[in-house]
């Protein structure tokens, strides 16, 4: 089946340590998207990628880091500098070709919490 | 700046019509979208539309934008028990297809 998987669906960080959220997707997408998640809020976009091997800073890239080596994978590593990284984290991609703004899609998000 | 706005709940009947409302500031924007998050899980993808049309229809969704006044809507008839969730609504740009999201409204299905 075609879709994006988020891996692990729950995470837990200790004071100081940097994790990892795995995102991927077989569906060919060339665009690949992080947002978070709080409560009673709407989704706020960490970062994004528009092609392999580039990528750019959302509205809330503090605290954050990513890379995209492989079309299928965009993984988000939270640092320590993040201070207040519990919230729910979704990755959506989408297809650039066609007509314009095609609809992101999503994957079923990863829940950080601290220790 | 850009920014979306919803209300944040509403409750229905079960077989009523739900209307859950969108005002947004972007007048560039070419996409609307809505869409529907249950408990724990990613958003779903439910409709969209394109800034230059009034109306679209999808089985019980509707959704109608009055550009004029930067408002959408979406309408769900004969609103079901499994229609319970957030529901989304958001504006494309054109920087890289970033989507600018609403806070969601919560809404619940009354038996």
């Known amino acids: 089946d075609g879709g994006i998987t988020q891996s692990p669906k729950y995470l837990f960080r200790k004071e100081g340590q940097n994790v990892t959220l795995s995102c991927e997707q077989n569906?060919?997408?060339?665009?690949m998207y992080w947002y978070r998640q709080d409560p009673g809020q709407g989704l706020r976009l960490i970062y994004y990628?528009?092609?392999?091997?580039?990528?750019q800073k959302g509205d809330i890239a503090e605290g954050y880091s990513v890379s995209r080596e492989k079309k299928e994978s965009f993984p988000l590593t939270v640092t320590s500098a993040q201070k207040n990284p519990t919230a729910f984290y979704l990755c959506?991609?989408?297809?650039?070709?066609?007509?314009?703004?095609?609809?992101?899609?999503f994957g079923d998000g990863t829940r950080l919490s601290i220790l | 700046g850009e920014d979306v706005e919803q209300s944040l709940f509403l409750s229905v009947r079960e077989g009523d019509s739900s209307v859950i409302n969108c005002t947004y500031t972007?007048?560039?924007?070419?996409?609307l979208y809505w869409y529907k998050q249950e408990p724990g899980a990613g958003l779903q993808l439910l409709t969209y539309?394109?800034?230059?049309?009034d109306m679209k229809q999808d089985q019980r969704l509707t959704v109608l934008l009055n550009k004029k006044d930067k408002h959408l809507s979406l309408r769900i008839a004969d609103t079901q028990t499994g229609d319970s969730a957030i529901y989304f609504c958001?504006?494309?740009?054109?920087?890289?297809?970033?989507?600018?999201f609403g806070q969601g409204t919560e809404l619940s299905v009354k038996p």
């Open positions: 959506a991609s989408r297809t650039t070709r066609g007509q314009n703004n095609q609809p992101q899609h």
């Open positions: 569906l060919n997408h060339d665009a």
């Open positions: 990628s528009q092609i392999v091997n580039d990528f």
């Open positions: 972007d007048s560039s924007s070419t996409y």
């Open positions: 539309i394109f800034s230059n049309m």
């Open positions: 958001a504006e494309s740009t054109y920087q890289g297809g970033k989507l600018i």
